[in-house]
């Protein structure tokens, strides 16, 4: 054998072998699935979607690009994707494929073999017959795997967030019967690390609006209860004063017409309470608006008396507009119990209706005013 036999031999080695470290390096995934490809027609299709996952907030139409991704590409027979609900604190399907899935769903939770196998291993996936990864916790990967074959998964990933893993995805056979190859695991694998990034923000999104939600409805709801206590305040007086003394004719004429008054609001009030939870309009009509203020500071009288404040309107008599009567005295009342709680004693409260024109705006507008004049004590 010559001498340049032999050097032709040591620098073929010499390539070969880095080839082998540069295609079994694991900083370097992208470049062996390229190198690999032919294995897998649609691992470009992967990649390209791995790409758009970063920035992603519609967790529905993310989900829907999944499946599409899973069955064309993947070309996976089933699959179920399994995440922690944070409000119930239980393991959830969120969705799967297909939409009725043998076995029964109760057994996602907490006390899940694959939940508990991933957060005690804190390992990438699971797969039925691969032993990477399953030096450890044989009795919890025994448990797992049965429960896999339970739901004719091959294999399983997990969803992590740092080390917490906040649920999995189960994945059935191929539609063609064939194994899962090692190229298609770690590729699979990307695909999941890079998934639960984007899932793990649109979780946190979403409990962020519920807080805020939940925060909404808690004002709603103080604000209703402050305005159902002015609403019952006359009707209790009234009860009281005819316990007491029997009906009368100061009582029959002025406190049972504001209790009868306070009783139909509050009946409004509640139907209003239905206004968000079932999406209705608002029940716009053409109507005074001079009485809908009188008839919100006689509904304030009890608390503008205790502090001897008065309140006048000039509002026009024949100023009609279109508005939702019970929205916008729970305006007024509301605004005029504010009024009250921040004047001083024996002040006086002018409320009056200014004609208002926005700029490059035909729509006729009203600005209601209301302006503290003088101290009665003073």
Not at 2 to 19: D, G, K
Not at 134 to 163: G, I, N, V
Not at 206 to 213: F, G, K, V
Not at 339 to 353: P, V
Request: neutral net charge.
């Amino acid at each position: 054998m010559s001498l340049l036999t032999i050097y032709i031999l040591v620098l073929c080695t010499l390539l070969s072998t880095l080839f082998l470290l540069c295609l079994f390096n694991r900083g370097r995934e992208a470049l062996k699935i390229r190198l690999m490809g032919g294995w897998f027609a649609n691992h470009d299709k992967i990649l390209a979607f791995i790409q758009t996952l970063p920035g992603r907030t519609d967790g529905s139409q993310l989900l829907e690009e999944l499946h599409e991704l899973l069955l064309k590409a993947l070309c996976i027979n089933s699959y179920k994707i399994v995440l922690l609900d944070e409000t119930a604190h239980y393991l959830k399907v969120f969705r799967s494929h297909p939409q009725k899935p043998t076995g029964s769903l109760s057994e996602f939770n907490r006390g899940s073999h694959i939940y508990h196998y991933f957060r005690k291993t804190e390992r990438p996936f699971l797969s039925k017959t691969s032993g990477r990864f399953h030096s450890d916790s044989p009795l919890e990967l025994s448990k797992a795997r049965q429960q896999m074959e339970d739901y004719e998964a091959e294999c399983c990933f997990a969803f992590r967030f740092q080390k917490t893993c906040f649920g999995f995805i189960l994945l059935g056979p191929k539609m063609n019967g064939a194994p899962y190859t090692l190229v298609d695991l770690q590729l699979i694998e990307r695909l999941v690390r890079k998934l639960s990034n984007t899932i793990n923000q649109i979780r946190l999104m979403n409990q962020l609006l519920q807080i805020q939600e939940e925060e909404l409805l808690g004002r709603m709801s103080r604000g209703m209860a402050h305005d159902l206590n002015n609403l019952l305040t006359p009707i209790n007086t009234y009860l009281q004063l005819a316990a007491e003394n029997g009906a009368t004719p100061f009582l029959n004429e002025e406190l049972l017409a504001m209790a009868m008054n306070n009783l139909q609001t509050m009946h409004a009030y509640i139907q209003e309470s239905l206004f968000f939870s079932q999406n209705q309009k608002p029940d716009f009509k053409n109507c005074e608006l001079a009485p809908l203020i009188e008839s919100s500071v006689r509904l304030m009288c009890v608390k503008l008396e205790a502090k001897r404040i008065n309140v006048r309107t000039k509002i026009p008599t024949e100023l009609r507009i279109d508005l939702d009567e019970v929205l916008i005295q729970r305006l007024f009342t509301n605004l005029i119990s504010n009024a009250a709680d921040a004047s001083y004693e024996g002040a006086e409260i002018l409320i009056t209706a200014i004609p208002f024109d926005p700029e490059n705006d035909k729509d006729n507008w009203l600005r209601i005013q209301g302006d503290r004049l003088w101290n009665r004590n003073s």
